[in-house]
């Protein structure tokens, strides 16, 4: 499985599904891929987030971190236009997602991978059907996307899980199937909360060394996490910016990290 | 996108997005029962409807078209003025033809009260004028010329017949389309129904698309088209069964002259595919209505 993963069969994967896919809409050229202007957000009662400004260069690798109910699965909702900020912009692409209808945003999302915390699946759907949503959604027919998938299920290791369902899966195997769901479409930017949460040491080095693949090949990472073990352990294999988020608001973390 | 590409893929469908709404229980229950049901009413309805509109024409033609001119006078006088009235009736404009009724049709006309041999000389009996209208008959003008030539001429022109039953035929017709549309808002409040509690219910679903990229629009229609098809078979099952019901109603006999009429005739059966249709359609709408709402809900 360990051979999977390292293998080198993914890049072309990317590149060939990045070429097919023909990214939709204009977009300012050289624009940051996602950036918070003045963000503040709150679910109703005080401020949550109070002024957030960030900004997610092409290519760039980042870490957010703070403490449990800090607000980094908001911020990341944020970034991926789930939420709209209480104040301030969100800028995906250079443009203002604000100004944008909900299938403009729904277009650019699929630009962007984002692994969810909880790692949601339609339950109905095996694994490989879950995979490849992505592909229905932006309209490319399941059949000249077989061989991807294959390569795909294989880069994550779970080809021989391709037709259980969700709910059969293990914590660690349901990261690795969002994380393929998250690439399948070769985003330019990868979202990732908590992708190690609930795997053991070992399964959290595989998940990222394929995250930090993924930023070799050219995407934009940016992991929630409060693991500051793998943190550590990412700064060994990639240049990684570390956020935290203190008090509502973000502030790059010392050099301990 | 266009209605025709959503048409395309209502027919079509497509495999993988088929799937995404997982297959429920009761909401696809209750819209197939649903519609089944207002199908088999509505055949009712519509049989209703075309038998008011067969009656309403049939009492329409035969009472339509055609006065009578009845003149009583004494016996001394009475051919004196059936040639008056029939002069008169010449010259007036939307008259196409005018004739006294001979001794022998009157006599006809009287024999279920009095017999063949009536012997009319015997009898005060008025003569009898028939007249068929054309285009342009005046009824009242008519009358008003015949009360100053003709003293003992009285015009009927059924109108007293014919009135009261063209309006109870056309009531009738009226209240058959008004149950096609009360049927087909009760499909479209039970689909719509069905439709919010299965978007309720897969508000996972709906976040986990939305999550991948997926438009209002590529949601929507997967919901849409399983409950367009859903009511589709719905109103084919309650069609076949309403239909088999009216074909096997007992014939009346000949004489009940309501009755004769509710059933489906020629090509009659062929409007009856419109009920699964109009089911399918209702749904349709109601559907995409209640789509939409959602999904702008839940954004
Ligand atoms: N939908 C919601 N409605 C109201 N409050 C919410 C909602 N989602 C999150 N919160 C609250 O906002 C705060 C931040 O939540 P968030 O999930 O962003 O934290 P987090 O940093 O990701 O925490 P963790 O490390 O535990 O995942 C928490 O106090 C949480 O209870
Ligand atoms: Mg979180």
Known sequence: MLKALTALAY????????????HKGAVTPGACVIELENVAYSYGDGALLTQVSLTLAPGSFHFLTGPSGAGKTTLLKLCYGALHPTTGNTLFFGEDVSRMSRDAVANLRRRVGVVHQDCSFLDHLSVADNIRLPLSVAG??????????????????????????????????????????????SPDVLLADE??????????????????????????????????????AAKTQVQARVLRIVGGQVQQAGADL | MTWREDLRYLVLGD??????????????????????????????????????????????AELAGSSTIRIVAPETQLGQQTEAALGILETTPGVAFARALTPDEQRSLLAPWFGRDVDLQALPVPQLIEVIEEEGFDPAGLRLRLAAEVPGAVLDDHGRWRGPLLASANRLRGLGWLSTVLLAASVAAMVSLAAQASLAANAQVIAVLRLVGATDRYIAQAFV????????????????????????????PESVGFLEGLGFAGADWLLTLCIPLLCAVVAFAATKTAAHRALKRLA
């Not at chain 2, 995404?20 to 029962?33: C, N, Q």
């Open chain 1, 11 to 22: 890049p072309r994967l990317c590149i060939e599904t990045g070429r097919a896919l023909g």
């Open chain 1, 140 to 185: 490319r027919q399941a059949e000249e996307a077989r061989e991807d998938l294959a390569e795909l299920m294989a880069w994550v290791g779970l080809t021989e899980r391709a037709q259980a369902l969700p709910p059969e899966l293990s914590g660690g195997e349901r990261q690795r199937a969002a994380l393929a769901r998250a690439v399948i479409l």
């Open chain 1, 195 to 232: 992708p190690t949460g609930n795997v053991d040491w070992e399964m959290s080095q595989r998940l990222l060394r394929l995250l930090v693949e993924l930023n070799r090949m050219g995407k934009t990472v940016l992991i929630a996490t409060h693991d500051l073990s793998l943190i550590r």
């Open chain 2, 15 to 60: 495999g993988q997005a088929d799937r995404i709404v997982p297959p429920s229980g009761f909401t696809a229950r209750l819209t197939v029962f649903a519609a089944a049901a207002m199908a088999f009413l509505a055949v009712f309805a519509l049989a209703l409807a075309l038998a008011s509109n067969r009656l309403a024409h049939r009492w329409g």
């Open chain 2, 225 to 252: 088209r399983r409950f367009t098809l859903r009511a589709l078979g719905g109103g084919v099952l309650g069609t076949l069964a309403g239909g088999v019901a009216v074909a096997s109603l007992p014939a009346p």
